[in-house]
């Protein structure tokens, strides 16, 4: 796992040097490098959190409902960050206003996966009260 | 004294045999005193069964919320997201624990509906018609007052306390959490003068030091003052009068009343008392590794059951106390 580390800790270092070195010839190209880098990173990424996924739910299998409350917040989650990977790309790319953009739209994804809780929510308490 | 008691034993009788047949349904299932550590030990495996799948998802929590930045629109969409989650997990099923006490409640008026007139009989019997009259007119309607002020505006106001704290911990708002500590003070100010009101109206305070072990009173003051939350003090000063009355009162049907009445909410009783703790103990554990809204409505639940249990302690309070109230009059 420390070997690992070490080795994705390396990938990064060399693509944001090679980030750099492109940045004041060709910035495009520079800044494709720097989201090759990221993309990278993110697919190992991937793997791992699909282990921390499978853990978890293992935690969570004693009960099914638990199970499924787990997997809507774990995609509550994942929208969350992946817009915000995306969102911290664009501003690296001096695009603010698209950096904005993606984190409006990963905010409206997460609301949009965790506004069902939300309407459980209010039906277990109007069955409290009604 | 002893042709009182022979009488009281035959009016309970001959009302218990002449009573409509519904009226002891509520009753019915309900486990008797002897089960009280069978009812323990399913308790704390529920508890505990609860606290383990919330830790699962307390742990998600804390450990998704620490990726996202604090403050962010995202990072409070997914903490209102645990919130409901965890709320979801407690209280879907149904609102179990609300309707054990509405039935605990219920089952204490009928017991006290079933056993006052033939208790009032036999004091007027043993030559106190007024008292008996008036004394059996005064607790049946302040005992219903009292219950009815638990059943239909505290639960309620219980209910409504756990999904403030659940829109408070959610969406971390000034104004829902000033709402929710106000709510919460109401609720134990409003249990706490009803019990009073209640104890001071039935005029039990003023047996006190008439009669009784001065030892075994204070021990028992002091085991009720530590053991009962919220209104232990109160119940303290009436267990007083408990036991001065229950020595008055020793061996005789009595005893049968109040021994239905402790079966009535034993069972709602040890849960919420279990859950009350297991939920203290687990919002201590999950502080550190859950999310901050999920600790923090953890924790506001743990209160809640807390105030529960006080509700359920109250009830059994009230029904004993008008039980051993009328008795008084017999037995002198």
Partial sequence: MTEDLLRLIGAAVLGSLCA?????????????????????LLAELVSRILAIREEASFLLSQAPFASELGNALF???????VSRL?????????????GYSLELLGTAAALLLALPLLRRVMEAVSACFL | MRTGRILLVFLILMGSMSMDASALEPLSGVPFLHDAADLLFPSLKDAAGQASKLFGLALLAG??????????????????????????????????????IRTASDDVMTVIRTALPALAGAAAISGKSASALSSEAVYLLSADVASSVIRDLLLPAAAALLILSAAAAAF??????????????????FLRITLTVFVGYTGVVKVFGTAGDGAAKRSLRLAISSSVPVVGSIASEAAD??????????????????AALVAAVLSPLVRLGVYSLVFRVFSFLIAPMGGDGVSEFIRSVSEVYTLLFA?????????????LSVFLYVGT
Avoid: W, Y
Wanted: net charge neutral; charged share 15%.
């Fill in chain 2, 241 to 258: 009068s408990i036991l001065v009355m229950a020595s008055v009162t020793r061996s005789t049907v009595g005893s049968g009343a109040v």
């Fill in chain 1, 75 to 81: 995609r509550i989650a994942s929208a969350s960050i």
């Fill in chain 2, 63 to 100: 450990i998704a919320e620490s990726f996202l930045e604090k403050g962010k629109a995202a990072e409070r969409v997914f903490r209102a997201g645990a919130v409901f989650s965890v709320f979801l997990l407690l209280f879907s099923d149904s609102d179990g624990f609300l309707a054990s």
């Fill in chain 1, 86 to 98: 995306g969102a911290e790309a664009a501003r690296d790319a001096g695009q603010n206003a698209v």
């Fill in chain 1, 20 to 40: 750099l070195l492109l940045r004041r010839g060709n910035p495009e190209l520079a800044f494709l490098t720097g989201c090759a880098t990221v993309l990278f």
């Fill in chain 2, 311 to 323: 509700m359920t302690a109250s009830l059994l309070l009230l029904g004993i106390l008008v039980i």
């Fill in chain 2, 172 to 189: 971390q708002n000034d104004m829902l959490k000033e709402g929710e500590k106000s709510l919460h003070g109401l609720l134990t100010f």
